[in-house]
């Protein structure tokens, strides 16, 4: 039937190897998770750069303050100490010394003596204040008689408290430096601020005379320096987050919108097709997706289509016995000689059984495929069904009637195939059925099995005229019938084989049928019917 789309073959469903084949998930998932990933990396890569650029900053400023303070602490355990044996620091000269030696403005330089006493301090020397910007003003009482203006904002200390905490952590690195160990680090300053801090002790031989502080505060300023060249970075990412999320919209969401408007389209006009030939080209999820959604409205326009034809040959088999009952009923009424109203009568009777007949098995043929959809296919051992079957013809043969032999190894491994039992046992019944009413009566009809290739074939011969040449495919359609002679007319409603064939491709087989040639050249010994079915696996 013509259609508007063309029905995907497998191949195009197969995703081709890519470079992110040994991702987890999809292909579309997999892209999703690099653009995602790719952002951050480039953050994350950003922050490790400056992480190692600002330990390498503070690392170099520790080492300047420490080479520069051994050399002045050098300078004042020279110059500046006095007395033996007991010697001491000469504070007021070493303060000169501290003067003299230039400190740069974004150093502080402390000297305490030998008992933790402040002596000496750059600021007091260049007359330096420390200096920073208020707070506003705030009101003293609250109603709750505490003085708010020695408290900081809500959830953060007071500016005591930091002071308090400086002066604690200063005391500490001297502390340590008295006892002869060199200190470098951050600690916190008096104003909140790190500072990059080094104390040295001034040591005259083993005795410890004082100690020189160092601190840089220029900390602050390296790290506003770091997040300013992390900035770059931050809107790199954010660029790259912002390009994949749109670039995910478009190959996304855009195409599954598009993909959901045409299925609207196909609702609304009641078409029978869905095209998408610029998605069903992508090699992803959403072209198999569009594939998806072209082969089953296809496959459902095939449907309506057949659904169609059967009605009609349905409307046309029932019509032909509807006809005669018609006819019959009419001329029953004028019909006065008993003998033709008997006739009459046994007309009446076998187009009422010709019709119920044919109405069942129209009811039959109409469940099957949901009856093959339902069920979830099972092993089944053909071997053992065909003896099942065959067993049960030959119990119930009449004399007169043809035979039903069974040629299949008894012994030997199961013939197994996936299928549901109910339906292949009506394959067997169908051919075998098909096969007796084209036999002789006391004939034969016989029934092998064969292995071969992964596959197994199921073999139903009779010894009747044969199937003529331009009929062998025809035989298949639906309501096809051709009567051997003496047959009794709509003993058949012509829907058997058209049913084998229907089970049989649901099944992954196929079934045909051919003459087996006779002793003479032309010469037809009768009709064979193979179904061919994949073997399962064990």
């Known amino acids: 039937m013509a259609s508007d789309t063309a029905t995907a073959s497998p191949d195009r469903r197969r995703p081709r190897a890519g470079g992110l084949r040994w991702l987890p998930g999809s292909r579309l998932g997999r892209l999703i998770?690099?653009?995602?990933?790719?952002?951050?990396?480039?953050?994350?890569?950003?922050?490790?750069?400056?992480n190692e650029l600002r330990r390498?900053?503070?690392?170099?400023?520790?080492?300047?303050?420490?080479?520069?303070?051994?050399?002045?602490?050098?300078?004042?355990?020279?110059?500046?100490t006095v007395g033996e044996p007991e010697p001491m620091m000469d504070a007021a000269y070493a303060s000169e010394i501290l003067q003299l030696l230039s400190n740069p403005r974004s150093q502080r330089a402390r000297l305490f003596d030998a008992e933790g006493r402040l002596v000496a301090d750059s600021y007091w020397i260049a007359d330096r204040v420390e200096w920073r910007t208020l707070p506003p003003a705030r009101s003293r009482d609250d109603g709750s008689g505490l003085d708010l203006s020695l408290t900081g904002p809500e959830g953060e200390p007071s500016e005591g408290e930091v002071a308090a905490k400086a002066q604690?952590?200063?005391?500490?690195?001297?502390?340590?430096?008295?006892?002869?160990?060199?200190?470098?680090?951050?600690?916190?300053?008096?104003?909140?601020?790190?500072?990059?801090?080094?104390?040295?002790?001034?040591?005259?031989?083993?005795?410890?005379?004082?100690?020189?502080?160092?601190?840089?505060?220029?900390?602050?300023?390296?790290?506003?320096?770091?997040?300013?060249?992390?900035?770059?970075?931050?809107?790199?990412?954010?660029?790259?987050?912002?390009?994949?999320?749109?670039?995910?919209?478009?190959?996304?969401?855009?195409?599954?919108?598009?993909?959901?408007?045409?299925a609207d389209r196909v609702r609304l006009a009641r078409a029978r097709a869905i095209s998408l030939p610029d998605i069903s080209r992508r090699d992803d999820e959403l072209g198999d997706l569009s594939r998806s959604l072209e082969d089953m409205t296809h496959a459902l326009s095939e449907r309506i289509d057949a659904i169609e034809r059967f009605?009609?040959?349905?409307?046309?088999?029932?019509?032909?016995?509807?006809?005669?009952?018609?006819?019959?009923?009419?001329?029953?009424?004028?019909?006065?000689?008993?003998?033709?109203?008997?006739?009459?009568?046994?007309?009446?009777?076998?187009?009422?059984?010709?019709?119920?007949?044919?109405?069942?098995?129209?009811?039959?043929?109409?469940?099957?495929?949901?009856?093959?959809?339902?069920?979830?296919?099972?092993?089944?051992?053909?071997?053992?069904?065909?003896?099942?079957?065959?067993?049960?013809?030959?119990?119930?043969?009449?004399?007169?009637?043809p035979r039903v032999v069974l040629q299949a190894p008894e012994l030997g491994e199961p013939m197994l195939v996936s299928g549901q039992e109910g339906a292949l046992g009506q394959v067997l019944r169908n051919l075998i059925d098909n096969a007796r009413s084209f036999s002789a009566p006391d004939g034969e009809v016989r029934l092998s099995l064969e292995r071969a290739r992964g596959q197994v074939k199921v073999i139903v011969?009779?010894?009747?005229?044969?199937?003529?040449?331009?009929?062998?495919?025809?035989?298949?359609?639906?309501?096809?019938?051709?009567?051997?002679?003496?047959?009794?007319?709509?003993?058949?409603?012509?829907?058997?084989?058209?049913?084998?064939?229907?089970?049989?491709?649901?099944?992954?087989?196929?079934?045909?049928?051919?003459?087996?040639?006779?002793?003479?050249?032309?010469?037809?010994?009768?009709?064979?019917?193979?179904?061919?079915?994949?073997?399962?696996?064990?």
Not at 35 to 50: D, T, Y
Not at 59 to 80: F, H, M, V
């Open 33 to 50: 998770i690099v653009l995602n990933l790719f952002g951050l990396a480039i953050l994350i890569a950003g922050a490790l750069v400056l």
């Open 56 to 80: 390498g900053l503070v690392n170099a400023r520790i080492d300047s303050l420490t080479t520069q303070g051994e050399l002045i602490a050098t300078i004042i355990d020279q110059a500046a």
């Open 168 to 262: 604690a952590a200063l005391q500490a690195e001297v502390a340590t430096a008295l006892r002869g160990v060199h200190w470098a680090g951050l600690r916190l300053g008096a104003d909140g601020e790190r500072v990059v801090s080094v104390s040295i002790p001034i040591q005259h031989v083993k005795a410890v005379l004082g100690v020189l502080t160092l601190e840089a505060r220029d900390v602050d300023e390296i790290i506003a320096a770091e997040r300013a060249a992390l900035l770059p970075f931050i809107l790199i990412a954010i660029s790259v987050s912002l390009i994949s999320s749109f670039l995910l919209n478009r190959l996304i969401a855009h195409p599954v919108r598009r993909l959901a408007r045409a």
């Open 311 to 401: 009605a009609a040959d349905v409307a046309h088999e029932i019509r032909n016995p509807l006809t005669s009952l018609r006819s019959a009923v009419e001329t029953l009424g004028l019909v006065q000689d008993p003998a033709a109203r008997e006739r009459l009568m046994a007309v009446l009777q076998n187009d009422v059984q010709r019709l119920d007949r044919l109405v069942t098995d129209i009811s039959n043929a109409s469940r099957l495929d949901a009856e093959l959809s339902r069920q979830a296919p099972t092993p089944v051992d053909l071997r053992r069904l065909a003896s099942d079957v065959v067993a049960l013809y030959q119990a119930t043969v009449r004399p007169g009637e």
């Open 461 to 538: 011969d009779d010894d009747g005229p044969g199937v003529p040449t331009e009929n062998l495919e025809t035989i298949f359609q639906r309501f096809y019938t051709s009567r051997p002679k003496g047959a009794a007319f709509g003993g058949n409603s012509g829907l058997g084989l058209s049913i084998v064939r229907q089970i049989v491709q649901a099944h992954d087989g196929h079934v045909r049928a051919e003459n087996r040639p006779g002793e003479t050249e032309g010469d037809v010994a009768g009709a064979r019917f193979v179904v061919t079915l994949p073997e399962a696996r064990r």
